[in-house]
């Protein structure tokens, strides 16, 4: 209710993780971003933070719900390095998935489902049963993206509008995973990357290529990029239609009239935020 009140509109939130084993020495640890170790619980707290988002809100808030496809046996710190969990598909599907399951297709009703999701920066060694085999991170990968978008409860829910919506791709693991396969970081490329392999929204944060001075000039050359693909090439043009499509849907669910005395934040809310006392 408060960060509606301060005119917020979207929440990257909450995280569905499920801490399999907490490692209380080191920084890895998701600690108090994890709802817990039991998929069931994450899944119930999850699904209530997410409806007290919806209800706090007045519906004036979307909400991303993250890391998907989870974290929780995440080897190393995702911010500095890009994580591997040593787990296949099917064992995601009965553990770590869970929770995104019950927030999407799996949900009790439209306030408790979530309106997008977060695709994480995580490598998945044996994903496709192949022990030897690494995908790449998650939400740069269209082949292990979409087999995870075709998973039933996520294809519902995708299907009806569900958002994905690419982690921060200035992310310091994002680099150095790129460095570690002796690949040049341009932006242009990793924004394309990530839009291709299914994201509809791209978190370009402070993004800067190899060589480019700043993040503006490497974030409007993103743009140029993509400005001239949409024209240049018709199927990717349908890929963005649908993107925007998505967005806009999602916009317009918030907002039925697109009128900024709509959409403006008032200032006679301001008053109650920090006063509430039902904490």
């Known amino acids: 209710k408060e960060l509606s009140a301060l005119g917020f509109n979207l929440l990257f939130g909450p995280a569905l993780d499920v801490l399999e084993t907490p490692r209380i020495e080191g920084s890895i640890d998701l600690g108090?971003?994890?709802?817990g170790g039991d998929p069931y619980w994450v899944s119930v707290l999850g699904s209530a933070y997410i409806r007290g988002v919806h209800e706090g809100s007045q519906g004036k808030m979307?909400?991303?719900?993250?890391n998907f496809p989870g974290n929780g046996g995440a080897d190393r710190s995702p911010e500095v390095e890009v994580a591997t969990v040593r787990k296949s598909l099917e064992q995601l599907k009965t553990f770590d998935l869970l929770p995104f399951f019950t927030v999407t297709g799996f949900a009790q009703d439209d306030l408790s489902k979530t309106d997008g999701?977060?695709?994480a920066h995580i490598r998945y060694q044996g994903f496709q049963e192949n022990i030897r085999t690494t995908t790449r991170p998650i939400s740069l990968d269209p082949e292990a993206f979409k087999l995870l978008m075709n998973?039933?409860?996520?294809a519902e829910w995708r299907n009806s509008g569900g958002l994905m919506v690419c982690?921060?791709?200035s992310a310091p693991a994002v680099r150095n995973f790129y460095q570690l396969n002796n690949e040049k970081f341009d932006a242009r490329l990793i924004a394309l990357n990530a839009f291709l392999s299914g994201n509809d929204l791209i978190h370009l944060?402070?993004?800067?290529s190899d060589g480019d001075p700043d993040s503006f000039v490497s974030v409007q050359r993103?743009?140029?990029f993509f400005h001239q693909k949409y024209n240049d090439d018709l199927a990717f043009?349908?890929?963005?239609?649908q993107a925007v499509l998505r967005i806009l849907t999602l916009k317009y669910r918030l907002y039925p009239q697109f009128d900024p005395e709509a959409i403006l934040s008032s200032s006679a809310p301001l008053d109650q935020i920090g006063n509430n006392q039902q904490i």
């Open 222 to 224: 993103v743009i140029e």
């Open 151 to 154: 998973l039933t409860p996520i």
């Open 62 to 66: 979307a909400v991303v719900a993250k």
């Open 237 to 241: 043009a349908q890929k963005v239609d």
């Open 32 to 35: 108090t971003r994890s709802f």
């Open 205 to 208: 944060g402070n993004i800067i």
């Open 167 to 169: 982690e921060n791709l």
């Open 117 to 119: 999701l977060l695709a």
